[in-house]
């Protein structure tokens, strides 16, 4: 079997650091090596200690760049491209005017299969290997989805919206035929290569209660399954979602009834959840999912990141662009306007902690961990290589930073797609296929 072994300096995480100097909590190497045999991590670690098994390798040296395993997002819209940089509005405004026009036309296989291509490109630029997209409404979308992600082999999430009502009669399924067309889905697309097929309501306003009954069944079905939602992103959504379910007793109590809480539930948004909703998300192992940069220009609200780590009840959390309520294609971008939302509620997200919620921390949360998220051996080969001096900014900035935080944090908050020099999915570099 062919071998690659890539050289660089290696970084790794090994548990959530705790502090600027947790030291403990990640794996470093000056000068390091990656072996890569059939698309899986076979070695990694000193380059001397590697080296021996790499004889009849093909050799790629990106010394002295910095090669970390490649970068996940836990929640993004693969449809919504021509959405981003919409001006004026806010969620349901943004929804109606925007979003839901431009979904619109993903009818259009053709249509579908353009944007997926362009979306996947950006992905790879922007050194994201993993993501966990919602499609549109129709099934058309995921099949171009899925289509593009396995050509490329990578290891996707992703979902038909199932949405039947509060939108366009374009945009609407029935509970039936959404059942129905997850089903097809399913069965066609999970476990094929490397994807994973996530049962996708889009939230409470848009799905009626027989259709939240088809979700149930869906989930009861398919219990490994992945199941991606909305809660609790801005003031007006979570009044509305509460009229259309006066039983409930909260926003997460809507999903609640449905039993759809449980550690394969990703929640986008979480912002403005009270203890009992916390609680509840906490003590079914649900996943909060922080978009910053969505929130910052939705004008939604500032997730608590810490409120939600440190409390009694933990919550899972992962972190993700929302493209296209969301600016930025890119993990860096979405992790330095983290720093800034958590630094509003008066703490810091230390660079550590970022690169290990992108990489280790997502792929957990995504329980994905025993596959992507790190540099393990037996791993998939999935990896980012960057470069902190990658403009002229960058460069004069890093001619103060010693330290190898430092200059995370230099990339976290200068850094954009510029600062990828290369991203391979399953041991394959991917940027010159764009
Ligand atoms: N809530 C329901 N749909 C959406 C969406 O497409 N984007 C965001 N940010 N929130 C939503
Ligand atoms: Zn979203």
């Known amino acids: ?19 600027f100097d947790d030291h403990a909590s990640y794996r470093y190497e000056e000068d390091g090596a990656v072996l890569v045999e059939g698309g899986v991590i076979s070695a990694c670690g000193d380059y001397t200690a590697i080296a021996p098994a790499a004889a009849d390798a093909d050799v790629i040296d990106h010394r002295p760049h910095l090669l970390l395993p490649g970068f996940i997002d836990a929640h993004a819209h693969f449809p919504q491209m021509q959405v981003i940089a919409s001006y004026g509005a806010e969620l349901l405004d943004w929804l109606n005017t925007y979003t839901f026009p431009t979904e619109s036309e993903f009818g259009d296989a053709g249509h579908a299969a353009r944007i997926a291509r362009f979306f996947l490109d950006e992905m790879v630029r922007h050194g994201t290997t993993t993501a966990a997209i919602y499609c549109t409404v129709h099934p058309q979308s995921a099949d171009a989805f899925f289509a593009e992600a396995q050509r490329r082999g990578m290891c996707m999430i992703a979902g038909k919206v ?21 089903n097809a889905l399913i069965a066609k697309w999970h476990g094929t290569g490397r994807l994973h097929y996530a049962i996708t309501p889009r939230f409470a306003i848009t799905s009626s209660p027989e259709q939240m009954e088809m979700v149930q069944a869906l989930v009861a079905d398919h219990p490994d399954l992945h199941l991606q939602t909305h809660l609790s992103e801005n003031h007006a959504e979570i009044a ?14 809507i999903y609640e009834h449905y039993g759809l809480l449980g550690p394969k539930s990703l929640f986008g948004h979480c912002i403005h959840l009270s203890d ?31 409120r939600y780590r440190r409390r009694e009840k933990p919550l899972r959390i992962a972190a993700a662009t929302d493209t296209g309520g969301g600016t930025s294609y890119s993990m860096l971008r979405t992790m330095d306007e983290g720093y800034k939302v958590v630094a509003f509620h008066g703490e810091k997200l230390n660079p550590l902690a970022s690169f ?9 949360a995504l329980s994905l961990g025993h596959r992507i998220g790190t540099l393990e051996p037996g791993t998939d080969a999935d990896l980012v290589v960057l470069d902190a001096r990658a403009t002229p900014a960058m460069r004069l900035r890093m001619e103060r930073a010693e330290t190898l935080a430092e200059e995370l944090f230099v990339l976290q908050t200068l850094g954009d797609d510029r600062a990828v020099v290369e991203t391979y999915v399953a041991g394959r570099a991917a940027k010159g296929q764009i």
């Open 240 to 253: 509305l979602a509460c009229e259309f379910y006066p039983q409930a007793k909260d926003y997460t109590g």
């Open 162 to 182: 199932m949405m039947d009502r509060n939108a366009p009669a374009a945009l609407t399924d029935t509970p039936q035929s959404s059942y129905d067309d997850t």
């Open 1 to 19: 079997m062919a071998k690659t072994l890539i050289r660089a300096r290696l970084l790794t995480f090994l548990a959530e650091p705790l502090a």
């Open 356 to 364: 290990w919620q992108i990489t280790r921390g997502n792929a957990e």
């Open 276 to 306: 009992r909703e916390a609680d509840a998300l906490s003590e079914s192992g649900s996943v909060a999912v922080f978009c910053p940069t969505s929130n910052l220009f939705l004008g939604s609200g500032l997730f608590d990141y810490f």
